[in-house]
């Protein structure tokens, strides 16, 4: 199992419910359990201006390029500096090597990702970069034929989702909190919970769209945004979802993968418990399912 990291995504954002030392924290459980080691964490590339602009304006990457404050990177309600938008470049270029890696192997795990509100033209809600949409633009320009996008934070990939409007080899899928924002855009499927969902009925309705995801759209390549904010304890959601009932949404995604022989990534995405020791167990415990569902080959 290959992972992509890198100690820049870790962005001082100062006082903010994004703990962005998560990344760092992560890695190193990882790397504490011996799931990672030196010799299978990948630093990613920063993807050139030519290759953002396949997934924004070029307005919007001038001010991003140029940290300027303006109506296109205000509404992310984050800072614009250099180091931020540096990791939110990177993180881009993190899912797409990914991707590369799970081509190749049939497993990447990003440590870092899942920036799915971000648009063609402005920011939202903590993203100024899709790099989920990145990463499956660039599969789709290398041959891959279907991508899914399996999006399982609490919150509705609307980003991704508009994107893909109109892309019949991108099926985008999200299960998320219906009375929450974002403003939800269409995916090719929406999944929208009440308020207090509890594990027995989100992993109900997860197994069954997983059928029209892997049944019907036969993917070739995979995107699992695994979100750690659908958790009963999360600060910015009402969902009812246990640790045990994240571990098992991890593993219905990602054992139909392997059943299918499908290549497939895991992205990280939001994560924003009172205590961030939470976010980063339910992080972890993406990495460890697919550790355990994909062993090292017997050589
Ligand atoms: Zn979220």
């Known amino acids: 199992m290959k992972f992509v990291f890198s100690p820049a995504y870790r962005a001082d954002i100062g006082l903010h419910v994004f703990p962005t030392q998560k990344y760092y924290l992560v890695h190193d459980k990882l790397k504490e359990e011996g799931i990672l080691t030196e010799n299978n964490v990948f630093a990613p590339k920063k993807p050139s201006p030519d290759d953002l602009l396949k997934i924004i304006d070029q307005e919007y990457l001038d001010d991003l390029l140029e940290h300027r404050l303006t109506a296109r ?8 500096n250099k180091a931020i938008i540096n990791a939110q470049i990177l993180f881009c270029g993190g899912s797409y090597l990914a991707a590369k890696i799970a081509k190749d192997s049939g497993i990447g795990f990003h440590i870092g990702g899942g920036f799915h509100h971000a648009f063609r033209d402005h920011a939202e809600g903590f993203c100024y970069l899709n790099d989920v949409v990145f990463a499956a633009v660039m599969m789709l320009e290398q041959g891959v034929d279907k991508i899914a996008v399996i999006d399982c934070d609490l919150h509705q990939g609307n980003g991704t989702a508009r994107f893909f409007e109109n892309e019949k080899r991108v099926f985008t899928f999200s299960i998320h909190q219906e009375q929450l924002y974002p403003k939800k855009e269409r995916s090719n499927l929406d999944i929208g919970l009440d308020i207090g969902t509890g594990d027995d ?3 109900q309705k997860l197994e069954t769209a997983l059928d029209t995801v892997y049944s019907d ?18 600060r910015l959601g009402s969902l009812s979802i246990t640790h045990a009932g994240l571990k098992k949404r991890d593993e219905l995604v990602i054992k139909r993968a392997r059943t299918g022989a499908i290549p497939i990534i895991a992205v990280l995405a939001g994560g924003y418990a009172e205590d961030t020791d939470d976010t980063v167990e339910i992080h972890c415990n993406t990495a460890r399912v697919m550790a355990e569902t994909f062993p090292p080959k017997a050589e």
């Open 201 to 203: 009925e989100y992993l």
């Open 217 to 234: 759209f036969r993917p070739d390549l995979v995107i699992y945004v695994a979100g750690a904010d659908p958790y009963i304890l999360d």
């Open 73 to 80: 990177t205000f509404p992310s309600e984050m800072p614009v």
